[in-house]
Structure formats: C-alpha cells, structure tokens
C-alpha cells in the first residue's frame, strides 16, 4: 500500500509491506535552516495505542551518557535522515503516522510542518501471490537483547518462533491443505527440518498422494567426508518415516529447487517457491522469502518442470532444451503477470541475459541481492551511466576464490558512481560501537552463507509496472546453465512489490550499518574499540548536506529523489 502527501514544504511517501512501512521524506529549501530531523508517532488501531516511536541516536547536550541498547523518542531525538522505517509493524494493521520537523536547539525543541498518513500494512497472503520472509539474520540487535545471543537451539521455541517469523508456519500450513484426493509433488535441495518432513508424513496419514524429489548425488572432500546435502538428507527422511515417498537426484549437478506444488485431483492448483533451505540455517538464520502462487497455469509450469526432473535426467542438450522450450526468456508475446523460467538451460545464458535486461531497463530504480557475488552481466549494469538509483545487498564482494580481485575491482568501479550503493552482509562483532550489542553470526559451524541467501530483483518498485524477480536461482551462470533451479517474473503487481520493498530496505539498512562498522573495525584511524566514543545527532544543518549535493558520492542524494519523489533543490 503506497500513499504521497505534502503539507507545507514537507513531503512524505510511505510504502506499507507487511512487517515494515517505510518512508522517504524530502524538505523544501525554505524549511531547512535549523532543522535538526523527523519525530515519528504512530497510533496502532488494533491495540487503540500511540506511541512516539524510538532510535537509537541521541544529542551528547541533552543525553550524553545513554546505556548500551537503550532506544529514545524521535521527539526529543529525531532522526537525521531523510529515509526511514517502522520495522515493528504487523501485517494487516491499520495505522496512523504523523511525521514531524522538529528544530533548534537539542534542549528546547520546536515542531514545524508535519503530515499525517492513514496506511493499511499488507496482508503475507494475497488473492494470486504470498510472501513470507523470515527475519533475515541473527545478527540483530534485537536478537541480541531478547535472547542474549544464546542460540535458537540453546534457547528453544521463543528464539526460533521470534527468527522464522511466519516462514515456517505458512510453509507448514501450505502443506497442510493438502488431504484425500490431493497431491504434493516437491523438488528440495537441502531436505532435514522435522517440522516440514512431518507436515508431509501428516499430509499423507490424511490422504494425499505424496512425491518427492530430493539431492541424493554423493560427493566427498579430499579426506572422504561427505559434501553437500546428500548425507544429512538421507538421514532426515529415515528419522521422518517418509522415504517412501522420496525418491534421489543424483544426476544433476545442483539439485537447488525448493518447490511443492498442490494439486487436487489431476488439477495443479498452488506453487510453494523461493529460496529457503529447509534446514535450520535457510529458515532460521540467513536471509530467505517463501513465495506462493495461487495460479493454475504456474502450477501447471512447474508440475510439466517436476515430470522432467521425475526421471533423474542428465544434464544434457534434450534436457536443456526441454527447459528452454517450456519456459523461453523473454516469452514472446510477454503477456502474462507471472511468468516461470526453469533451468538448466543452453550455454547461451539465455535466461540470465533476459535478467540482465530487464535490469538494465530500470528507469527509476534497480534493487538486487546477490547470495554469490555479482555476475559480470550485472556490473555491467551497475556500472552504465543511468540516473535510476541502483541498490546491491551482498553476501560477499565476489563470486569464487578465483575471481575474488576482479570482482572487487569492478564491484568499486561500480560502488564510484553516485547512484550506486552497495551494502555486504556483517555483524556487529563488538560491544563498543555506538552502544550496539555484539552480534551472533550464524547459527550453525559449516555454512556457506551467513547473511544474505535471497535471490531477487526489483525493477522500479513504485512505479505503475513494478517488476519482481524471485525464485531459487542466484543470478550467476551456473544457476542458468547446471543446476537445478526455478524463478517467477512478476510484472505489475504493485502489492507483492511493496512487500519485497518493504523486506530489500529493513536488510539492506541493516547491513549498511555493519558493513561501516567493518570499515572502521578495519581502519588504521580509528584505534582500538574500546576507545571509542559514541556518535551523537548533529546540533547544526551540517548533516543534511550530502542530501542535497547532486554530486554526492555517498548515494544520499539518490536515495532521498528517489524516496520521496520529485527533486527538491
């Protein structure tokens, strides 16, 4: 849900997804002088509560000493930023935001021009499509203090109910449709969480006919110990009771789909998609979307997909082709609001290609995550003269040991340019900076991703044609050309895209910050942790200057024209 208003030199657009409303603010040049930043309160209709909703930051003149963690009023301490978002928000909740300028002097506090938003936050499940994100990460301040980082599995249900945040319950509750005269037919990769293995084994006590594909290809380290899934999977399903109804891929090089599709009868009706692992890290830890379409003729796709990989097929020319035929990229005529794309596919990186387009095409904005580093398709994209603010949430700066300095060195070339900004996945790893907490960095010993695991695009997410890219594949030519893989393209469906917004910035903030933290840890300057001080709200105009320098390097001045609108100069 997206609302714009402007009262008095103060503009405001709010995008409400389903956990986060987030708001991009712009001031007129008038209003600028003195002004020390936004108070946001925020009345909850369901609870009949307002409240005056709390930061971090404080003025050393009027909070000089605050405890580690401890969080303030925007009143008294406003947020110098011309970005920002309610992150503890509930879906479908009707809500009432009133933001104000606040100005002077730390101690005595004026408002000025304010706006009020009435916003309903979106629903996880919706007519055609749902999505449900998890948490993102451990390495949370909020972790931190709810659970002391203490791992989920030392701490029980609380710490792994609070982290999956409906992910797995709506996992759970998918399967759970399924009865006598139903079907599932699923394509998993990592295949071990108890609670989704005994959904199916429910599932099939009440009737369903249920089919399983899973990676079973052994492949072993030097010393002969068990790489990949296989093992662990094998286990799971014998401990589940369920291995009649699974059948192993070992034929494939990367078995990475993470689909079920509900049928009833010999009618497909639902796809569950996305990129979560069942296992205690992909649901729990790193971050991860669960994507449902409601649609006959997508189910449809991916039965047809599932029927091809039923046989264990090799990766050859008749299965590629297979894939390319079904699902070609673009599809001509491209007509459909949701169209699927299954690989392995041709050498030619067709569908990668057609990504990298779509990319390119960006006319206001381009936000990306990258689990695997940024294939070169996509520097390229990052690097091109455009005005469109192009965002990048990372894992990591590049994509194997081997590419490692050219990808940083391209990844810099295109972090130069000021409508680029680029965030990798971090934690806080210590207790002394800015008063945060230090931060648990994943859940488990022997993960390859600790942070940021979803695979998406967002091609001009406000405007009247917004364009999501999410599935299982990470945009890399392996993903394209040898493993096993499924995505959506979603075009003009304004709701899904304010959830994915919504879900991009809570992350991509998050990590910016630990990312700068990094920096500074890394820094020769800036000495020891423990001799630092705190960073406090700026008492002059100094702070709002990179928001307004056209040539600002920082992607402030993008960030804001593109946030709130039209440019204020």
Known sequence: MRRRVQHEGLTVNVVAGTHVVFFGMDLDLKQRSKFRGFAFRRTDHAENETVWLAALKTFEKTEPHPSPSERFSTRLHPIQSFQWADYSAKPGRAYTYDIVTRYGDPAALKSGSSVTVEITSELETGPTHSAFFNRGSVATQEYARRFENRKPSEEGPAAYDWLSRGLLEALVAFIGRAGSGWKIHGAVYEFQWPAVLEALRKARQRGAKVSILYDNRETRDKTGKATGPWERNREAIAKARIKSVCKGRANGRLMHNKFFILSQGK????????????????????????????????????????????????????????????????????????????????RDLDCLTWYAQIAGAANSALLMTFAFGMHPSFNAVYQQNSHALKMALMEKEYRSPQTRQADSKELAKARRRPEVVVAVGNRIVTNSFDRWLAELSRLREGVHVYWVHTKYMLVDPFGDQPIVVSGSANFSEASCHTNDENMLVIRGDKRIADIYFGEYMRLYTHYAFREAVKWALQSKQVGKPEKWKPNYLIDNDSWMKQYFDPQDKSGRFARRAYFAGPLSL
């Open 267 to 346: 009618k497909p009706a639902a796809v569950w998609t996305g990129s979560t692992n069942l296992t205690e890290n992909g649901i729990f830890g790193h971050s991860n979307v669960g994507h449902i379409v409601e649609d006959e003729t997508v189910a449809q796709s991916f039965l047809e997909y599932w029927e091809r990989l039923r046989d264990d097929p090799e990766i050859d020319a008749n299965y590629r082709g297979a894939n390319v035929s079904a699902t070609a990229t673009p599809p001509v005529p491209w007509d459909s609001v949701t169209t699927s794309v299954f690989s392995p596919r041709n």
